[in-house]
T-cell receptor, first 114, second 114 residues
Framework: NAGVTQTPKFQVLKTGQSMTLQCAQD?????MYWYRQDPGMGLRLIYY???????DKGEVPNGYNVSRLNKREFSLRLESAAPSQTSVYFC?????????????FGPGTRLTVL | AQSVTQLDSQVPVFEEAPVELRCNYS??????LFWYVQYPNQGLQLLLK??????LVKGINGFEAEFNKSQTSFHLRKPSVHISDTAEYFC????????????FGQGTELSVKP
């Protein structure tokens, strides 16, 4: 039981390049989330998926797209990376069995955009 | 809309001393409250959560938090800290109608010195 896994762990991009961050969970959770973490700002929600086949914008969606490929996988795509997207990205998942179930986080992807 | 304010960005403390990490929130509806911990270069893990009932909540690693509705606070405490408690701590809120989305505070860096 690996929990939430993310790939890659580190990535360096040049401005304008594109990339996809991968996330998978093996806990049979319905809901999945993408956050970014910046110093002094905590974690901010980029996009989330309440269930397979649905996605919704969070607090900071501009410059990102997501795909809920199946119940296990939720990817985050940067179409044209900008230096402002330098951040640590966390994926999380949550079962929907209770009104305030715990979110479980992956280890993060540290992205630098030059 | 909800918001969370963690009143201290850094808290240095000596080993075996008590510590309190402060968290205040703002919301027009009832909230669920969480404390997460992030050890260096890792993802977040849940310390404790308040859903309803007793206002004193006990979590892992000897931490506890008290929900104070009148002061809209959810401060985290530990009577005696260890070097291994050095980490960043995040307070977060969610509400029943928000699909489990978390709003995080800015984080408090706890540094335990020998």
């Amino acid at each position: 039981n690996a929990g939430v896994t993310q790939t890659p762990k580190f990535q360096v991009l040049k401005t304008g390049q594109s990339m996809t961050l991968q996330c998978a969970q093996d806990m049979n959770h319905n809901s999945m989330y993408w956050y970014r973490q910046d110093p002094g700002m905590g974690l901010r929600l980029i996009y989330y998926s309440a269930s397979e086949g649905t996605t919704d914008k969070g607090e900071v969606p501009n410059g990102y797209n997501v795909s809920r490929l199946n119940k296990r996988e939720f990817s985050l795509r940067l179409e044209s990376a900008a230096p402002s997207q330098t951040s640590v990205y966390f994926c999380a998942s949550r079962s929907s069995g209770g009104v305030a179930d715990t979110q479980y986080f992956g280890p993060g992807t540290r992205l630098t955009v030059l | 809309a909800q918001s969370v304010t963690q009143l201290d960005s850094q808290v240095p403390v000596f080993e075996e001393a008590p510590v309190e990490l402060r968290c205040n929130y703002s919301s027009s509806v009832s909230v669920y409250l969480f404390w997460y911990v992030q050890y260096p270069n890792q993802g977040l893990q849940l310390l404790l959560k308040y859903l309803s009932g007793s206002t004193l909540v006990k979590g892992i690693n000897g931490f506890e938090a008290e929900f104070n509705k009148s002061q809209t606070s959810f401060h985290l405490r530990k009577p005696s800290v260890h070097i291994s408690d050095t980490a960043e701590y995040f307070c977060a809120v969610s509400t029943y109608n928000q699909g489990g989305k978390l709003i995080f505070g800015q984080g408090t860096e706890l540094s335990v010195k020998p």
